[in-house]
């Protein structure tokens, strides 16, 4: 009996009547520390394996992990907020043969998972120690021979009888159960066949290809979880090139944990459809070009002539590895909670613009879950008047509001009546295209289903959207996102889940007389600087800031640029309210930023309206520096003399009379990645 390892936080696992390290607690979500930021890192502090412990008992009485007990751990922010630890059950196997029945292992929830890879399996281990610490799992909770499992091939499932485990290899000596049973999609594979392969293989089968056939004694229930386990983690987690990566650091977080997570996240819709797809390209990318690099490593490392050839194959190998360090830092970075939304956001839908109907013609679409007589009377007055439109008008009918917008052509508008919609899909406008609500925006209510795609996306040249209410249920995408071109939105109420509005590069929103709320993550996002305009908004009840500035770090040559802004005002001054002001700034800003600023200073600044002066604050002081910047790549080009038209003309941003109320972390902040 080989001695307990590391897994298990440094010491014996639980056994019987015990409680499972974290039972309580909840585990970490999004919005918590991740393991590992401000804790002790699992074993530190604890007693090391073997020191000042009982050695463990042999395996026929040894404890084993209690992995399937029904957990209090009622936290999760997985979907499985409100169940209990999972209960192992039996399903039949698909095919045409009638196999015995197997454990359902492939539902457990996000916490289990988490916590056996923490717990038990991985715990503080580096990347090149993860076979090493499995094999010591395995060791303690796998049953050594008696059980039977169905093999599973891409070919054929066959019932095999395990009599060993090879613990180190993580593989199980087997044997052909009787009697025979086989499903195979090739008809050659007879028992004669299968005896001839299975001696090839020396009769080791890796543990992740084996199903553990059902037992209703309770006997090999950690049997199957520890393969389901070992099979999941091979499968969903670890990449064939980790191995390679820095051994300094810890395995489970900064690999497992961000993985698990984004799993959990993709099959539970809670990543854009797209992003998840994207994802699974670049993973497949990498792998291929992963393979061909160690077969180009291979080749070099078995021929030791200095050849032209051998020059070749070491160029290739080069190239090769650039591309799949680049792929590499892209699936980071969506693996990443945080940066995953940064990086989503330079996508949006690719939808193309349709340009003018072919006829020529513009249409009114009518939004109407019901259309009555006394409805379609008040339209015709106060809409749909041709006397009003100065020409003869087209009018087209639907009950969907998604059906209505996919419709459009340049020039069209909707009227949406009042009435509760509920779509499950992302309002895509590319053209300009005008939506209004035919009332109050309290009448007219759009729901969007759906966790993980965005609601609304604009591309086209002049959106306007106005009177509509728009709610988000459970979501994880911005609720508005303009990508290019200029949306105005007015006299709207946005009630959000998660990022609120987001603006793009080069694209412009003009915001009056709106309502948003419920906003969790960023209200204004943007690379560079696009246009913002906010005019008598409401901003409240947001977890986090009203409006959050996102931007990249400035490149070490702005540093200086920004001295020289500042010199002879290192420190901000602060005013007697409490708002913090860069007086020096001032000299590089747009005339209409320092006047608006200016304006500022002269009113008092109330607690529900500083965010206005600290957004103009900080959009003016960005421009700033990035006029700084292009000044001094002129000055290196030789350029001395500027278009200062061409400067002061790079954004122009008007933030008046907003009320900020009751936001979380504050009006205004600003987020550098």
Not at 120 to 148: H, M, N, R
Not at 242 to 258: A, I, K, M, S, T
Request: proline share 5%; hydrophobic share 35%; glycine share 8%.
């Amino acid at each position: 009996m080989a001695e307990p390892g590391r897994a298990g936080s440094g010491g014996a696992p639980p056994g019987e009547g015990e409680t499972p390290p974290g039972e309580g607690e909840t585990p970490p979500g999004e919005g918590e520390t991740p393991p590992g930021e401000g804790e002790t890192p699992p074993g530190e502090g604890q007693t090391p394996p073997g020191e000042g412990e009982t050695p463990p008992p042999e395996r026929a009485g040894a404890a084993k992990p209690d992995l399937l007990r029904e957990d209090d751990d009622s936290c999760s922010d997985y979907g499985s907020r409100d169940k209990p630890g999972t209960a192992l059950g039996r399903t039949v196997p698909d095919g045409n043969v009638l196999f015995p029945d197997i454990f359902h292992t492939e539902h457990l929830l996000f916490y289990e998972r988490f916590k056996a890879y923490q717990d038990y399996i991985l715990a503080d281990c580096k990347a090149s120690e993860v076979k090493e610490f499995t094999a010591e799992y395995l060791e303690k909770v796998l049953e050594p021979s008696g059980w039977q499992a169905i093999w599973r091939t891409n070919v054929f499932d066959v019932l095999v009888e395990v009599v060993d485990v090879e613990y180190s290899a993580l593989k199980a000596v087997v044997q052909l159960s009787e009697p025979f049973l086989c499903d195979s999609r090739d008809s050659t594979f007879t028992l004669e066949c299968m005896q001839e392969l299975l001696e090839l293989k020396e009769r080791q089968l890796p543990l992740q290809e084996m199903w553990v056939v059902y037992d209703e004694s309770g006997e090999f229930d950690q049997t199957a979880l520890a393969v389901e386990h070992v099979r999941f983690f091979y499968q969903c987690i670890w990449r064939t090139w980790d191995e390679e990566e820095e051994d300094d650091f810890d395995y489970f977080v900064r690999c497992v944990e961000p993985r698990l997570r984004l799993h959990y996240d993709i099959i539970e819709h809670r990543v854009p459809s797209g992003l998840a797809a994207d994802y699974q390209n670049l993973l497949s990318q990498c792998e291929e070009l992963y393979r061909k690099f160690i077969d180009v490593r291979n080749s070099i490392s078995s021929n030791d002539s200095d050849s032209e050839e051998e020059n070749v194959s070491m160029v290739e190998g080069l190239k090769l590895y650039e591309k799949i360090e680049h792929l590499k830092q892209k699936l980071k970075l969506i693996e990443n909670p945080l940066l995953r939304y940064v990086f989503g956001y330079q996508k949006h839908s690719g939808s193309q613009a349709k340009g003018l109907r072919p006829t020529g013609t513009k249409v009114i679409h009518v939004v109407s879950s019901v259309m009555v007589a006394s409805l379609l009377q008040s339209l015709l007055r106060d809409k749909l008047c041709p006397e009003s439109c100065g020409e003869e008008l087209e009018i087209q009918f639907h009950n969907d509001p998604l059906t209505a917008v996919n419709a459009c052509y340049e020039g069209d508008s909707v009227i949406i009546c009042p009435g509760r919609y509920v779509v499950d899909g992302v309002f895509c406008i590319a053209d300009s295209v005008e939506l209004e609500g035919y009332g109050l925006p309290d009448d007219i209510v759009i729901e969007k289903r759906g966790k993980g795609d965005n609601f609304v996306d604009c591309t086209g040249a002049n959106i306007k959207i106005s009177s509509l209410k728009l709610v988000q249920h459970d979501a994880v995408e911005g609720i508005l996102n303009v990508h290019h071109g200029k949306t105005t939105l007015e006299n709207c109420v946005l009630q959000c889940e998660t990022t609120g509005i987001t603006v793009r590069t080069s694209a412009e929103l003009v915001m009056k007389k709106s309502d948003l709320y419920g906003a969790k993550n960023f209200l204004d996002e943007h690379y560079d600087i696009p246009k913002i305009t906010m005019v008598n908004n409401m901003i409240h009840n947001n977890e986090g800031y009203g409006v959050v500035l996102v931007r990249p770090a400035m490149p070490s040559d702005v540093k200086d640029t920004s001295a020289e802004i500042t010199k002879g005002n290192t420190e901000p001054t602060q005013s007697g309210d409490g708002t913090a002001r860069v007086e020096g700034l001032r000299q590089g800003l747009p005339e209409c930023i320092t006047d608006e600023l200016e304006l500022y200073e002269q009113a008092e600044i109330s607690e529900q309206t500083e965010g206005n002066y600290e957004i103009a604050n900080e959009l003016g002081a960005t421009s700033a520096k990035k006029s700084q910047m292009l000044k001094k790549r002129l000055s290196e080009l030789g350029i001395t003399e500027a278009d200062e038209n061409l400067m002061s003309q790079e954004m122009f941003v008007s933030i008046v009379g907003n009320q900020f109320k009751w936001n979380g972390k504050g009006s205004f902040g600003t987020f550098i990645f």
